[in-house]
Every structure is written in C-alpha cells, then in structure tokens.
C-alpha cells in the first residue's frame, strides 16, 4: 500500500524527513507540505537517522493501511533513541479518521496533523505561527519539491479531492470531505510548470476522476479538461503522456471516449475500478452497474480505442456475496481479459455501512477467492505479453537498470514501461540500448522476450516527437 517518497530537509543542522504512505493522491499532499518546508529555507535529507524532526503522512483508507501506518510510526519512534529525532509528527488520512484516539495510543507522537491541517506543518516543525510562505502558492510549494524528486519526469496531478461517491465499503468521504474540483486553469498553469521543468508524464489523480468539474461548472469537465492539457503537451519539444487514474466506470462519458480516442498525448489506458460484476453486489455496495452494462462499457471502449489498455480493481468476499455471485465475477474476469488487475479482499471498516451487512464472510474465504482471481489474472497476463514479442513498442525510459552489470563496450541497460502501464504499478520493461538514455525519454523497443509479468527487449531507435 506504501508509495515511498522518503525525502526531508535541514536548516540549522536540523533535519527533517517526510515519509508518505498511501494513494497517489497522498503522495501529491506529502510533496506540497514537503514544499512549505523548503520554501522556508529546509534542504533536504533522506535518511531519517539524520533527522531531528521526522513527518510521517498516513493513509487510514482500509485496516491493513492503517495497521502499515502505526508500523512506520513506531519503527520511525525509534530513531528517538537511536537517532537524533527529537520531534514525530503525524499527518494525514489515519490521524483524521482517528484523531481522538492518537494521542492515548500513541504516546510516541509529539504532533498531530488532520487532512485540514497540512498547511500548518511549518508552523508545527518551528513550534510557532509563521509568515515565511505567506507569499508562495500551492504551485510553487509543487515545483520546488518535484525539484527534488527521485523520478522527475513523472508528477502526479490532484485535480479534485474529496468524494460523493458513499460506497457503503469506503471511508473516504468521512476523511477528506466532499468532492472539490481544482480550478481548470490552476490545474493548467500547474501542468504547463512542470512541463517546463521537464516532467514528460502528467498522471491525473482524484478519488472518481470523472466526476472533475461537476461541482464547479454544473456538469463533468474531464473531456475539456483533457483537451487543454493535450494542447499544453503538442506545445513541447518532448514528448509528454498524459495518463487517467481511478475513472469510475458509471461515470465515463461519450466525450471522455473520445478525449482518450483522439488525443495524442493521453495514454490509451484507463484505470477503471469496477469493483465488482454481479448486480446485487454492486448495489449492496453502493455502486451501479450489471455484467451487461459493464460489457457494453468495454466492448465500446476497445471498439473506439482498438490498442486501449484496461486496468481494474476488484473486491472479493463483500458481506453476502455468495458462491454463485463469486463464480459470475470470474466468468466476467475471464471473459473480459482485462489487460491488468488488482484484487482485494474486502476489509470490514468501521463507520461504514457495509460493516454492520448480514453476511459477513471469513478471511480464509475472502483470500481464497481472491487467490483464484489473481491465478486466473496472471495466466491472462503471461498470455497477454507473450503475444508482444517481436511487436515494435514504444516505451518511456524510467532508469538505469541498476542490477545488471554490463561489460566494457556492452549496451547499456534500462528500465521503463509502455503507455499501458502506470509507474510503480503495472509491468515494466528491461532492455538494451548502445546510446545513452535519460528518464522521461521515448524509444521504439523490439521486444525479444517476456515472463508473467514484464518485457525484456533491445531498443531501436529513439522515437521523434
């Protein structure tokens, strides 16, 4: 569940170190408090033995989340001893759904920030109200911490936060609120920045991001949104992609279709949690759909986007799902063939409606059927990329293949991933070049082999924009 983004900051020899757990949306709120921090003069450190002041940024979403996020808290309460951590301060989605009980539980924490609180981290770190930032935006508060990103050609975009949604499984909306819609032209201005500085991969986040708009402009904006920032992307010398994450099924739209169809810089990929297929599970969920309207979805997806790469995510063992409608959702997995998937067994969370259901299944259940999924999925995955081989790609340089030792005179070796996949999510492909690559760069890979889950392969040529 962790997305490690493991930086921090000194001033006057006192350093300070932000870790973020979660979602990438959690990973965009770490980068803007890690932004105030060194608007006001901090540098950055990455090793929290280092650190007099250590930040952890929680996620609470679901309790494996919740219990991974107390872990990091007291493996980083360690450094009190071991280190020179003088100060633990906490933030984020656990400390918001669970704020009265920090204090009591976790006597290690010497501050404790909620979802609402994460502009007052400097105020907190200097143990007083402060003015330093008073004159710098959000935007800048971005920039300057992408500036120390370990994977500066890709950032990650918050275009709302928030949710309507209520699915009766969720804690979302209880934790970050109603869904809010940045401004089109904030989210514009941020994606135009960070195009000037290099970034060649814009990945769209929100909790249902095919909602964007609605709340601001009376109706959803995501295809308009697309189109400016497809524009933005056709002005670089580079080549930029555009990537869509979390887009609910019932909500896609004619014109997010199209967007995706006819853009060039949006990545054919969508991110598409359906959840789950049967009806009556979905409704208990709180969520529309059927195996017929889903199928009608995707049939009409891959028919107007023939090379589009579809990822999911499923639930498994909902409080009353029964063998039969268990034995429906594989059907539909095996049918449909999504191109990546993730399974998760539900998780009973407290405050939620789903957990006071009749019906509530064991964890031996729950895993088993999820265990059946994921056998299925990467018997549909192996096939998948197997049947790549010797198809020209072209892919996105990520890194050095750091783990491969090559020969004097020997190509070099790199990592990066096709338009189907999400970094730090998806596959990823291995390959060969004799020119020198940088992160961010676009190359035509000849793909010479494949296991169940990556490429491996020799690059051809870099691809002109």
Same mark, same amino acid.
């Given at each position: 569940?962790?997305?490690?983004?493991?930086?921090?900051?000194?001033?006057?020899?006192?350093?300070?170190?932000?870790?973020?757990?979660?979602?990438?949306?959690?990973?965009?709120?770490?980068?803007?408090?890690?932004?105030?921090?060194?608007?006001?003069?901090?540098?950055?450190?990455?090793?929290?033995?280092?650190?007099?002041?250590?930040?952890?940024?929680?996620?609470?979403?679901?309790?494996?989340? #919740?219990?991974?996020?107390?872990?990091?808290?007291?493996?980083?309460?360690?450094?009190?001893?071991?280190? #020179?951590?003088?100060?633990?301060?906490?933030?984020?989605?656990?400390?918001?759904?669970?704020?009265?009980?920090?204090?009591?539980?976790?006597?290690?924490?010497?501050?404790?920030?909620?979802?609402?609180?994460?502009?007052?981290?400097?105020?907190?770190?200097?143990?007083?109200?402060?003015?330093?930032?008073?004159?710098?935006?959000?935007?800048?508060?971005?920039?300057?911490?992408?500036?120390?990103?370990?994977?500066?050609?890709?950032?990650?975009?918050?275009?709302?936060?928030?949710?309507?949604?209520?699915?009766?499984?969720?804690?979302?909306?209880?934790?970050?609120?109603?869904?809010?819609?940045?401004?089109?032209?904030?989210?514009?201005?941020?994606?135009?920045?960070?195009?000037? #500085?290099?970034?060649?991969?814009?990945?769209?986040?929100?909790?249902?991001?095919?909602?964007?708009?609605?709340?601001?402009?009376?109706? &959803?904006?995501?295809?308009?949104?697309?189109?400016?920032?497809?524009?933005?992307?056709?002005?670089?010398?580079?080549? #930029?992609?555009?990537?869509?994450?979390?887009?609910?099924?019932?909500?896609?739209?004619?014109?997010?279709?199209?967007?995706?169809?006819?853009?060039?810089?949006?990545?054919?990929?969508?991110?598409?949690?359906?959840?789950?297929?049967?009806?009556?599970?979905?409704?208990?969920?709180?969520?529309?759909?059927? &195996?017929?309207?889903?199928?009608?979805?995707?049939?009409?997806?891959?028919?107007?986007?023939?090379?589009?790469?579809?990822?999911?995510? %499923?639930?498994?063992?909902?409080?009353?799902?029964?063998?039969?409608?268990?034995?429906?959702?594989?059907?539909?997995?095996?049918?449909?063939?999504?191109?990546?998937?993730?399974?998760?067994?539900?998780?009973?969370?407290?405050?939620?409606?789903?957990?006071?259901?009749?019906?509530?299944?064991?964890?031996?259940?729950?895993?088993?059927?999820?265990?059946?999924?994921?056998?299925?999925?990467?018997?549909?995955?192996?096939?998948?990329?197997?049947?790549?081989?010797?198809?020209?790609?072209?892919?996105?340089?990520?890194?050095?293949?750091?783990?491969?030792?090559?020969?004097?005179?020997?190509?070099?070796?790199?990592?990066?991933?096709?338009?189907?996949?999400?970094?730090?999510?998806?596959?990823?492909?291995?390959?060969?070049?004799?020119?020198?690559?940088?992160?961010?760069?676009?190359?035509?890979?000849?793909?010479?082999?494949?296991?169940?889950?990556? %490429?491996?392969?020799?690059?051809?040529?870099?691809?002109?924009?």
């Amino acid at each position: 569940m962790a997305v490690d983004t493991r930086v921090g900051a000194d001033v006057h020899d006192k350093g300070v170190y932000l870790l973020s757990l979660g979602c990438d949306k959690n990973r965009v709120d770490g980068e803007v408090m890690l932004g105030r921090l060194l608007a006001a003069g901090y540098e950055l450190t990455d090793e929290p033995a280092e650190a007099e002041v250590i930040v952890v940024n929680t996620c609470g979403f679901i309790r494996e989340a #919740v219990q991974e996020s107390i872990d990091v808290i007291l493996e980083m309460a360690a450094y009190k001893k071991s280190g #020179v951590c003088k100060k633990l301060i906490v933030v984020g989605c656990m400390t918001e759904r669970y704020r009265e009980e920090m204090g009591g539980e976790l006597p290690e924490v010497d501050a404790v920030l909620g979802v609402a609180d994460r502009d007052k981290i400097l105020d907190v770190v200097q143990e007083k109200s402060s003015n330093a930032c008073a004159d710098t935006n959000e935007l800048q508060f971005r920039l300057l911490a992408h500036a120390s990103s370990a994977q500066p050609h890709i950032a990650h975009v918050k275009i709302a936060d928030g949710c309507d949604n209520h699915c009766t499984y969720c804690t979302i909306p209880s934790i970050r609120g109603a869904y809010t819609s940045r401004p089109m032209e904030e989210i514009l201005a941020e994606c135009n920045a960070l195009i000037d #500085v290099g970034v060649r991969e814009l990945v769209l986040v929100a909790q249902d991001t095919t909602l964007y708009g609605t709340d601001l402009y009376g109706a &959803p904006r995501l295809h308009t949104l697309l189109y400016e920032i497809n524009e933005l992307c056709e002005k670089s010398e580079h080549a #930029v992609w555009v990537r869509l994450l979390y887009v609910y099924p019932e909500h896609i739209t004619v014109e997010i279709i199209e967007a995706v169809a006819a853009l060039p810089a949006v990545c054919k990929y969508l991110d598409m949690p359906i959840q789950h297929s049967e009806a009556n599970v979905l409704a208990r969920m709180g969520r529309s759909g059927s &195996p017929d309207s889903l199928r009608d979805l995707i049939v009409r997806l891959r028919a107007r986007v023939p090379d589009i790469t579809l990822r999911t995510t %499923l639930i498994v063992g909902f409080p009353g799902e029964s063998d039969v409608e268990f034995e429906g959702l594989f059907d539909f997995v095996n049918e449909m063939k999504f191109d990546r998937l993730g399974v998760f067994p539900y998780s009973q969370e407290e405050g939620t409606k789903a957990a006071n259901m009749p019906g509530q299944l064991n964890e031996e259940t729950k895993h088993a059927r999820r265990d059946r999924i994921m056998e299925l999925q990467q018997q549909i995955h192996r096939n998948s990329q197997r049947a790549r081989v010797g198809k020209p790609l072209h892919i996105m340089v990520d890194n050095n293949d750091g783990d491969m030792l090559t020969e004097p005179g020997a190509p070099n070796r790199y990592i990066g991933r096709t338009q189907g996949d999400a970094f730090e999510v998806d596959a990823v492909v291995y390959f060969s070049s004799h020119i020198e690559l940088q992160p961010g760069q676009v190359v035509w890979i000849n793909p010479t082999d494949a296991d169940e889950y990556d %490429l491996y392969g020799e690059a051809v040529h870099e691809l002109a924009k």
